[in-house]
């Protein structure tokens, strides 16, 4: 297995990973999640981060293929989550046939390095309340609960 920076050329095939785990993501709930990713969309956003100065894009090869990718940005400042020097995990997608191989906790590692290279000192994500698989991964890997997303649908 192997983690390395992602390429443009590796942006169609994030693409794909991407709306997979938006429709996983709309599967949870309706309401919440809305399909707005498509594949074209998915690639030429990711193809931009992985030139962008403030964000790490890696992909996780196992047996010689793509088969999973992670996405943060460094923010220095988000007013918002009362917060300075962060690294916001967007995403984090390992495909089915490869997980339990240790491609999340490499990719999670990789996150880590640029998030302190960049000068972060705290990682944040959220985590579809029905993932509770995802929830497992992430206590595991030292991640704690410090929030809880709540909605009201309004007519």
Do not use: C
């Amino acid at each position: 297995m192997k983690i390395r920076r992602a390429t443009t050329e590796d942006a169609e095939k994030i693409a794909e990973f991407s709306v997979a785990l938006a429709e996983q993501h709309y599967g949870y709930d309706q309401v919440r999640f809305t399909r707005l990713i498509t594949n074209q969309g998915a690639a030429a956003f990711y193809a931009g981060r992985t030139k962008a100065a403030n964000a790490g894009v890696f992909v996780a090869e196992v047996d010689g293929r793509v088969s999973g990718f992670a996405y943060m940005e460094y923010e220095p400042v988000i007013y918002a989550e009362l917060a300075t020097k962060v690294a916001w995990l967007h995403d984090i997608y390992v495909e089915p046939e490869a997980r339990s191989s240790g491609a999340g906790r490499k990719l999670l590692d990789a996150v880590s390095e640029e998030a302190r290279r960049q000068g972060a000192n705290k990682i944040l994500l959220s985590v579809a309340e029905q993932n509770r698989i995802a929830q497992r991964f992430f206590e595991q890997s030292g991640y704690r609960q410090t929030m809880r997303e709540m909605m009201l649908e309004i007519e």
